[in-house]
């Protein structure tokens, strides 16, 4: 799951200062399962936004809603009605920054900024607590490691560690850090697969992660088929 | 063809209080309108639910109690007193609430014969319905064996009054001393213009035995004895009394001889005590009275000296029922015992009076008994109902009532439609027992406790033997309801599957499989996971907070026009912490004026982080939040739950340049009247240092 964290407020009104009429749109899947961008999250940056104006005496009105998903063309179109009949001037997107631009780039005209910051994928390590737990690197050798990603986990993103910053379980940059590779080396024992971590992992091909612009996953199964689009109405 | 009748409530599942009650009382929603202090409208849902309101708030045997699911943390809700409670407290409400119009009358004429509870609660659902119903009683007093048997220790005339005087304020004509088939033959009633006649005259006589010696003098029946003992001139008794029988009656009968001065007052009765038919809590307080009950025996004869009663002679009872259930007493004649007695009270149990049928057509179907059909109510006679224990056989008030509703709904029927109504006998589903790992989660609350007379006082004479709740008894009372049903319910639609509300539980009831769900039969309805749900996607089915931001929304923009130099507060109380609706009363009428803008909350915990800070988007400068006092919250956790949020709040208006000081929290100190006005002033002085800089 994508983790976000809402923007402090302040901040936020720094985005929506010159506007009159603003839409707090939150996101139904990621960011409200993270506690970043539900519909509750909305109402309470809302709120807090009123609370700001009127301190200033300033009338601004402040909507909100939440849509499914962010991050799909065929949620987003609603909030392209409701923006367009409640003639509103500025979006606050809480969705994670994929919903952000796709958001933006379907009100076109309308600008809209981001009320939280997108983190990481991770997960719930105990209730209130989310963790990193993968880099999105588009190369996965978790089958080596145990389950436990060294490109999330180690700070240096080591293929063959740990390195000497090792530390009774902890990273050298903090004791608040696990070690990664610690971790590992804990979990292969269990599985009984230690030896294994003796072979050498080659350096990695890098090119999958952030390079060479924005990557892309194509399914054929569902992509517009040629000529389709011809043949609509649009 | 009779017709089907239908229940809109079939499909719904009730709390098993509200399943268990004869009439179907909410009682849910009855605690739920004490709680907030709004007695009158307690009121207005007893009465359309039961006309013998006050007399059940007294001698109801509370079928709701019994099957209250708190049983299984501590003890059942207390809700027969509440339900008393409520009368008391609301009786100049109800006396001008009686002189209000009725409705208008009908042409259409029914008659009803009995005014017990089963008739005057047909009666007066028939002048609600619009007809002119009339009642005819033999005794010179309404209110059946309510009026004319039960000892006043237990239920005081006066209370039986204010029923029927409501009952009469709807256009009851009750006529008293009116004997059906002396004065008047039931035939007779139809040519005076009568459309249809309900027979109501339940079971007025006492059976008697057949054994030797019954016929001694000082041998009486139970139910024409408590009728003249309570008349002006009660009977005489002997310093020994004995009374057969192990019934509620029976029990009425000893305990009103002990009271007349008996001093060795002796039931004989064949059950053992667990089988004795009589109220648990009734045979308890007859053994308090030193009213000896000796179980499994039976009466074998009667001795006499010179025709007047010397004592009785019993056998020993071996078994009451035969296998499958049925009455057939078994004894063991070389066992006996003997009692001395001065008298004997015979309480073996009743029988109807039928001397209204004379000269009619309705059929008997045994000594006293009338032939009806049990779903249409309809005697062997067109036009003549029966309702009530004359037909149903002995029962408590409150299924006489219910019986007298469903005669109303067959009579209306038959007048309106010109046919009959099958009322077939329905169970109400209910949500069933409390799963043992919610009880145990549950905080346990000692009931109100409400000590009777002492013994040695009660015996001394006819006093009523129990008072009722004070007020700050039946709030502390209603609050012990666990709300059965009125949880959480989640929005499919919305829900994220976010497991907030199964980490945040805590009665570990919330479930999420492909969506949350919490399920109706263990949810507690704190409220916990709806104020904490990320998706907005979860709503208590009898709390919600938009009311109230539609009032903050009125009241504070204009209390600030008003006192524009005093800094606004608004307080979001613990509603739990009420002692008495007086106080809040008043808070609410007179503090807006200063400043201060009291909300009673059920639970302030409830609140989410957004209706926090509500008060400050209408333009309040400060939020007071009074929770419960130190270990009184009902719910594990959410203290520390509402404080996460407060601290939420706070960092909010930080980051939107506001001082977090401008949120208090306060736990409650002694009771709401001794500390909340402390707390408001004490924030409210704060504020104003706040706003000077």
Redesign the interface.
């Known amino acids: 799951m994508i983790v976000a964290e809402r923007k402090?407020?302040?901040e936020i009104?720094t985005f929506v200062e010159d506007y009159r009429r603003i839409l707090i749109l939150g996101c139904?899947?990621c960011t409200?399962?993270c506690?970043a961008g539900?519909?509750?999250?909305a109402?309470?940056v809302a709120?807090?936004?009123?609370?700001?104006f009127?301190?200033e005496e300033r009338e601004v009105e402040i909507l909100e809603d939440?849509i499914t998903r962010q991050c799909e063309p065929e949620f987003v179109e609603a909030v392209e009605q409701k923006v367009k009949d409640e003639a509103i001037e500025a979006v606050l997107s809480l969705g994670c920054g994929v919903g952000v631009n796709l958001v933006a780039q379907s009100l076109e005209t309308i600008p809209v900024f981001p009320g939280v910051n997108t983190k990481f994928f991770g997960g719930?390590v105990e209730?209130g607590m989310w963790l990193e737990l993968c880099a999105g690197c588009g190369n996965c050798i978790l089958h080596l490691t145990g389950g436990i990603c060294p490109i999330a986990r180690c700070s240096k993103s080591l293929l063959n560690g740990p390195c000497g910053g090792t530390r009774d379980g902890k990273c050298e940059i903090s004791e608040d850090v696990d070690c990664g590779w610690a971790l590992i080396v804990e979990r292969m024992k269990k599985l009984g697969t230690l030896d294994r971590l003796a072979e050498i992992i080659p350096a990695r091909d890098w090119s999958s992660s952030h390079h060479g612009g924005p990557r892309r996953v194509i399914h054929e199964e569902v992509a517009v088929l040629s000529g389709e689009e011809e043949t609509s109405d649009r | 063809m009779p017709k089907e009748a239908s229940l809109d409530t079939e499909t719904i599942i009730h709390a098993p209080c509200t399943a268990a009650c004869p009439v179907h009382t909410d009682t849910r929603q009855l605690v739920e309108f004490i709680v907030n202090g709004r007695y009158e409208d307690a009121l207005e849902l007893l009465l359309a639910a039961n006309p013998f309101s006050s007399v059940c708030g007294r001698i109801c045997n509370h079928p709701c109690e019994q099957s209250c699911r708190r049983t299984k943390v501590d003890a059942p809700v207390g809700l027969r007193r509440l339900k008393r409670f409520v009368m008391e407290a609301t009786t100049d409400y109800r006396q001008s609430r009686r002189q209000q119009d009725a409705p208008p009358l009908g042409k259409e004429r029914a008659a009803i014969i009995g005014s017990g509870p089963s008739g005057l609660t047909a009666a007066n659902d028939l002048a609600l319905q619009g007809y002119r119903p009339v009642v005819f009683e033999k005794f010179p007093t309404a209110g059946g064996l309510l009026g004319n048997a039960i000892p006043r220790y237990r239920l005081p005339y006066s209370v039986i009054k204010e029923d029927i005087e409501d009952i009469v304020a709807q256009g009851v004509e009750v006529r008293t001393g009116v004997e059906i088939g002396k004065d008047i033959l039931l035939d007779d009633l139809f040519d005076q213009g009568f459309a249809a006649i309900l027979i109501a005259t339940g079971l007025t006589e006492s059976r008697t035995l057949g054994i030797a010696g019954i016929d001694s003098r000082g041998i009486l029946l139970a139910l024409p004895f408590l009728r003249t003992a309570l008349s002006p001139q009660p009977p005489q008794l002997g310093a020994r009394v004995v009374v057969i029988g192990g019934g509620n009656v029976a029990v009425d009968a000893a305990r009103t001889a002990r009271r007349l001065g008996a001093q060795k007052v002796t039931m004989i009765c064949l059950e053992s005590r667990d089988q004795m038919p009589a109220w648990q809590w009734e045979i308890e307080e007859t053994a308090d009275e030193g009213i000896e009950i000796m179980n499994s025996w039976g009466p074998r004869s009667v001795f006499d000296k010179d025709g007047t009663v010397r004592g009785l002679e019993l056998k020993r009872c071996t078994a009451v029922f035969d296998s499958e259930g049925r009455f057939l007493p078994q004894f063991d004649e070389t066992d006996t015992a003997t009692v001395v007695a001065d008298n004997i009270i015979i309480a073996i149990g009743q029988r109807g009076d039928v001397t209204c049928l004379e000269g009619s057509q309705v059929n008997l179907a045994g000594e006293g008994r009338i032939t009806w059909d049990k779903e249409t109510l309809l005697t062997s006679t067109e036009g003549i109902f029966a309702c009530g224990e004359v037909v149903t056989g002995p029962g408590s008030a409150v299924e006489a009532v219910f019986d007298g509703h469903r005669a109303a709904k067959a009579i209306d029927h038959y007048l309106g439609k010109g046919e009959l109504l099958k009322q077939p006998a329905l169970e109400l589903p209910h949500i069933g027992d409390l799963p043992d790992e919610v009880a145990s989660k549950i905080t346990v609350l000692s009931p109100s406790a409400v000590d009777l007379l002492a013994p040695d006082r009660r015996i001394k004479d006819f006093s009523e033997i129990e008072r009722g709740f004070t007020e700050a008894e039946a709030l502390a009372e209603a609050r012990r309801c666990l709300a059965c049903t009125t949880g959480a319910l989640a929005d499919e639609e919305?829900c994220?599957?976010?497991?907030?509300c199964v980490?945040?539980c805590p009665f570990g009831v919330a479930t999420v499989d492909k969506t949350a769900a919490m399920p109706q039969d263990e949810c507690q309805a704190c409220g916990l996971c709806a104020a904490q749900?990320?998706?907005?996607?979860i709503a208590l089915t009898r709390f919600g907070t938009n009311q109230m931001k539609e009032r903050l929304q009125t009241l504070v923009p204009a209390i600030k026009d008003r006192t524009p130099t005093i800094p606004v507060i608004v307080s979001f109380c613990c509603l739990f912490e009420m002692t008495g609706r007086k106080f809040v009363r008043e808070a609410e009428a007179t503090y807006p004026e200063e400043g201060v803008v009291p909300i009673m909350i059920p639970c302030v915990a409830r609140l989410?982080?957004?209706d926090l800070?509500?008060p400050?988007?209408v333009?309040a400068d400060g939020l007071v939040i009074i929770a419960c006092s130190e270990g009184s919250c009902l719910y594990p956790t959410a203290e520390d739950r509402l404080l996460a949020r407060v601290r939420?709040a706070k960092s909010?208006?930080a980051?939107?340049?506001?001082e977090e000081e401008r949120i208090d929290y306060w736990k409650t100190q002694g009771s709401a009247e001794v500390s909340w006005t402390a707390f408001w002033t004490l924030s409210q002085k704060k504020l104003s240092e706040i706003l000077k800089d």
Request: charged share 20%; hydrophobic share 45%.
């Open positions: 402090p407020l302040a009104r139904g899947t409200t399962v506690l539900g519909e509750a999250e109402k309470v709120s807090g936004l009123r609370i700001s009127l301190r939440c719930v209730p | 919305k994220a599957a976010c497991l907030t980490r945040i749900c990320p998706a907005a996607a989410s982080a957004a800070l509500s400050f988007e333009g939420q909010i208006l980051e939107i340049g506001l």
